[in-house]
């Protein structure tokens, strides 16, 4: 009898710990459910809670739950898509961030009982005073998100001229920068109530952005902005340490008087790079997190110490950029985007002349002219690249080479050959071009010729291997483009003679491009310069022969040597001729091209494009520059 009750109560003991085992696994949440006040709906809270929720959908054993095999197909399904999701989330793919807010939306309201009510501990929407800067900020993108989509944050900028040159806070010099004040201003002219829906999206997109996304700067990296960048200015972490022993100057900081690292948010806008004083990333921990994370599209290695920086691209096609003590100062990434639908010729250029611009640029690709597109950082250099490269001829397959993959020529023309090859870690752009020789490329495309290795070979498939080249140069002017490439074709030994070298360059390089970012932030074509080869005439006299005596044939001799030497110092390998040039603000044609790219041109191209090339050269070149025979 004894041994029947013992068997009956080992039974039910072992019924409610499986019951209690069961009820873990299904709502493990439970918990968080009972006895909520309003402490608990917190965004930290609430962060704590999906954090775990998520982590224990992509955990859960589901061969322990004892599903049917229809729940259990559903259930891993699920599963999946959610681990893929979140491990998109990292790259940027808008689409896997809108499949996790969306999933957090559901959790916070069906499970952790959000309501109109108790979501005001988090966000106090009903009380705009006890809004945070950030909050506003939020709710004002938000607002403009549902009208405009991602072209939310350009349009609030148009409307209230937010990139304007400004004094603030009593400084002496201006600059472009959102101040607190200003989200303060818009906030109270615009907010209106938010239903209920909206106030947790708004709440799903802040729990998102602190925990799988770039925080404040999640949904302004997806906006319709030239690029992104944080940790690039206030006091660096390390600094912080290296003063602590200065009293009052600590003390200011701490108050946050002085702007640290952290609290760096900047945006490049319309040729522009303005500062968000009104956002900040909270902590050098925060700060770093997001430096972690935004780089790691395609798995491109980790950060250390010993390799403190990454170059790589982000999904959606961005390129980004991060850096980490103690290679710099401070942990920082940059995020830059490119327009691809709107990298338009007609888009790009506007100015007052344009016709005769776009119109060249057209028939330099068309004319297969080797050219290059100089200017500093953010003038607009791919950019104009990537619209010049829409009028090669199809019959011609492209071969590409760059640093991080930018330019992404077969999203815009999938049915076209094209091959993008790009540097790694194991692999030098060199190496890359080497290979690129044997791939039956007919048009060669260099995103950046930054190193003497890439400038080198450059010349060398310009001359031999390839119909034309197009590229990129950070040159200030066409001589310093000129010599750059020269130096280059030195430093590799490829030529020992400094003549000879530029000779080679010259002879190759037909134009240049040059562009321009104003102070303003406009960005235009400076000029347009065709490089013409000086060919070197032999003048050198005989004379010496008919001198009577040894003196005076010694005296024709060294006049002779003179001349000679001098034109191996001295003279002009090429002039630089400006075709078009940006004249108070409008494109003005000073000159026309050299007889001999135009027929270089014209043999390039179909006999309907030399038609309409001959009546351009007629219309502008005619009466522009020295007289000479265009087109008969």
């Known amino acids: 009898m004894l041994l029947n009750y013992a068997l009956i109560f080992v039974l039910i003991v072992g019924l409610l710990v499986f019951i209690g085992y069961l009820f873990k696994k299904t709502d493990s ?27 224990e959908i992509t955990r859960t054993n589901l061969y322990d739950i004892g599903l049917s095999e229809e729940e259990m197909r559903r259930r891993k399904n699920k599963k999946y898509e959610l681990k893929k999701a979140l491990k998109g989330c990292t790259y940027g793919d808008v689409n896997d961030k809108k499949y996790v807010k969306e999933l957090i939306f559901d959790l916070l309201h069906r499970e952790y009982g959000v309501n109109q009510v108790n979501i005001t501990n988090a966000i106090d929407f009903d009380n705009p005073d006890k809004l945070t800067t950030q909050d506003k900020f939020d709710i004002l993108l938000y607002m403009y998100k549902q009208q405009y989509g991602y072209n939310a944050l350009g349009e609030m900028i148009k409307k209230y001229n937010l990139d304007e040159l400004k004094k603030v806070y009593g400084s002496s010099i201006a600059s472009y920068v959102i101040i607190p004040e200003e989200i303060d201003d818009i906030f109270q002219k615009e907010y209106e109530y938010l239903s209920f829906e909206d106030r947790l999206n708004i709440l799903s997109q802040r729990i998102y952005q602190n925990y799988k996304g770039y925080s404040v700067v999640d949904e302004i990296r997806d906006m319709n902005i030239d690029g992104i960048s944080g940790g690039v200015s206030g006091l660096p972490e390390s600094f912080m340490y290296q003063v602590a022993q200065l009293g009052d100057y600590i003390k200011q900081t701490n108050e946050k008087t002085i702007p640290k690292a952290y609290d760096s948010v900047w945006i490049f806008y319309h040729g522009k790079s303005i500062r968000l004083a009104c956002l900040s990333f909270g902590s050098f921990a925060e700060l770093r997190r997001v430096c972690q994370n935004i780089y790691r599209y395609n798995n491109p290695g980790q950060l250390s110490d010993t390799n403190g920086y990454k170059i790589n691209e982000m999904k959606d096609g961005s390129r980004v950029v991060v850096l980490r003590p103690s290679m710099s100062e401070s942990w920082a990434f940059f995020v830059r985007k490119f327009d691809t639908p709107n990298a338009v010729l007609e888009n790009l250029i506007r100015q007052p002349g344009k016709e005769a611009v776009i119109d060249l640029l057209k ?12 200017g500093e950082q953010g003038c607009g250099k791919t950019t104009m690249l990537l619209a010049m490269i829409k009028y090669i001829y199809t019959t011609l397959n492209i071969r590409v080479q760059e640093t991080a993959f930018e330019l992404h020529l077969r999203k815009v023309y999938p049915d076209r050959n094209i091959l993008t090859l790009r540097e790694t870690e194991t692999i030098s752009g060199q190496e890359g071009l080497d290979v690129q020789k044997k791939t039956d490329g007919a048009v060669n495309i260099l995103g950046e010729v930054a190193t003497d290795g890439v400038a080198a070979w450059m010349i060398q498939m310009a001359q031999v291997a390839s119909k034309f080249t197009m ?20 430093k590799v030994g490829m030529f020992h ?23 303003s932030g406009e960005r235009y074509i400076e000029r347009i310069t065709e490089c013409i080869p000086v060919k070197p005439k032999n003048t050198y006299n005989r004379d010496y ?16 040597a003179t001349d000679y030497f001098t034109k191996v110092t001295e003279t002009e390998t090429f002039k ?14 000073r000159n026309p091209i050299s007889q001999e790219n135009i027929e270089a041109m014209r043999e390039n191209m179909s006999e309907e494009d030399q038609v309409a090339f001959d009546e351009y050269c007629n219309n502008y070149f005619s009466g522009v520059g020295p007289t000479r025979r265009i087109v008969e």
Do not use: C
Not at 29 to 55: C, H, P, W
Not at 545 to 560: A, C, I, L, S, V
Not at 576 to 589: L, R, W
């Open 29 to 55: 949440s439970a918990v968080l459910r009972i006895n909520k006040d309003g402490r608990t709906y917190t965004i930290e809270q609430m962060t704590q809670f999906i954090k775990g929720r998520l982590d």
């Open 471 to 490: 590229f990129t140069h950070h040159a200030k002017t066409f001589e310093n483009l000129i010599l750059s490439l020269r130096n280059s074709l030195l």
């Open 545 to 560: 022969k008919n001198e009577p005596t040894m003196e005076g044939k010694m005296d024709r001799f060294m006049d002779n």
């Open 576 to 589: 630089a001729v400006n075709i078009i040039e940006y004249i108070d603000g409008e494109y003005v044609v």
């Open 363 to 374: 028939f330099l690709v068309k004319g297969a002219r080797v050219t290059a597109l100089t």
């Open 497 to 519: 003679n400094e003549k000879v070298a530029e000779i080679q360059v010259v002879g190759v390089l037909n134009f240049e491009v040059h562009l321009k970012k104003a102070y």
